[in-house]
């Protein structure tokens, strides 16, 4: 079972950038489809980006894409999460989820809440001036 401990969250002006992390342990994430997702208050939890950790296959929420890059580093066991151009829109608390599965099934189902079978506590981004 892996578990997942995500970093990087803070307070940023409208424009600026941050760069979310997620480390994990008790399994390698080339097992998964390791994802982004995030709940602003009073809102849904929503996918943000998913990657097929064993080949690097990509997919975005259409909100973030162009702004927002999924990235991993094997060896470090690590996920990431670069947010450029932040909006007070993207103002939420952001989670990283693992879930087993195929390549086609991470790109099809990555985003969906209900596809994630392991969740980090989750790191807060505020973005307001």
């Known amino acids: 079972q892996v578990q997942l401990l995500e970093s990087g969250g803070g307070s940023v002006q409208p424009g600026g950038t941050l760069r979310l992390s997620c480390a994990a342990s008790?399994?390698?994430?080339?097992?998964?489809?390791m994802s982004w997702f995030r709940q602003a208050p009073g809102k849904e939890r929503e996918g943000v980006a998913s990657?097929?950790?064993?080949?690097?296959?990509?997919v975005y929420a259409d909100s973030p894409k162009g702004r927002f890059t999924i990235s991993q580093d094997n060896a470090k066991n690590t996920l990431y999460l670069q947010m450029n151009g932040l909006d007070p829109d993207d103002t939420a608390m952001y989670y990283c989820a693992a879930s087993p599965g195929s390549l086609v099934s991470c790109m099809r189902s990555g985003l969906r809440v209900g596809s994630a079978k392991y969740w980090g506590q989750g790191t807060q981004v505020t973005v307001s001036s």
């Open positions: 990657v097929y950790a064993a080949l690097g296959n990509t």
């Open positions: 008790g399994d390698t994430i080339t097992n998964y489809c």
